[in-house]
């Protein structure tokens, strides 16, 4: 049975002001499209490379209104397969961490709510919206938002001879105060793409 305290993921305001100087030195030009629209980026943790054969574990989203991040979504989430030592060495997820957490399809219609009406911003996109594709389908539920990967952005703004997140933060002097979890990449990649896009 599953665990009460997962059965609504409900977005939580963001009220985190670290890195506000920086991204507001960013924001001189304050293109018009990029703060007229809203954003959700979005990051998933998974049990591995592929999204044919291995499964979500931790979606982190933050959204973005006015060019400012307003919410955040987070939950773990119950994997159809135990999570690989090497995974738990990278992501410090461990099974039991995800034992009592909902099914990707008791999550979706919350995360596809959340998402409504916005365009979908991840790093290296391709890869979370195969997962993304992969596990929502099944349960009914679709996303045809436009999409955005911040790699393809790094590379129109700035030359680098690698854009992993890692790297591309310490060029812009962003932190990270916890990589390869769900919600700490997501909200660093929010504020790399704030960034990048008033630029």
Not at 29 to 44: A, G, T
Not at 137 to 147: H, L, Q, S
Request: charged fraction near 20%; glycine fraction near 2%; include cysteine.
């Amino acid at each position: 049975m599953m665990s009460t305290q997962y059965s609504l993921i409900s977005p939580m305001p963001y009220q985190d002001q670290s890195d506000l100087d920086i991204i507001k030195s960013g924001q001189s030009k304050r293109p018009n499209k990029f703060f007229q629209e809203e954003y959700v980026i979005f990051d998933f943790e998974t049990t591995g490379f592929k999204a044919s054969d291995c499964c979500i574990i931790e979606v982190g989203a933050a959204k973005i209104k006015s060019g400012k991040i307003v919410e955040t979504f987070w939950s773990f989430v119950h994997p159809t397969h135990p999570i690989p030592p090497e995974i738990t060495r990278i992501t410090s997820i461990t099974n039991n961490d995800v034992a009592h957490a909902p099914l990707w399809e008791e999550i979706v219609p919350d995360f596809h709510k959340f998402t409504l009406n916005t365009t979908l911003v991840a790093h290296n996109a391709s890869f979370d919206m195969a997962f993304l594709e992969k596990q929502s389908e099944p349960a009914g539920y679709y996303f045809r938002n436009p999409v955005l990967d911040t790699i393809a952005l790094a590379k129109s703004k700035i030359h680098l001879t690698s854009y992993k997140l890692n790297v591309l933060l310490e060029h812009l002097n962003l932190h990270n105060t916890n990589p390869h979890r769900a919600l700490h990449d997501a909200i660093s990649t929010a504020k790399m793409f704030i960034v990048l896009s008033t630029m």
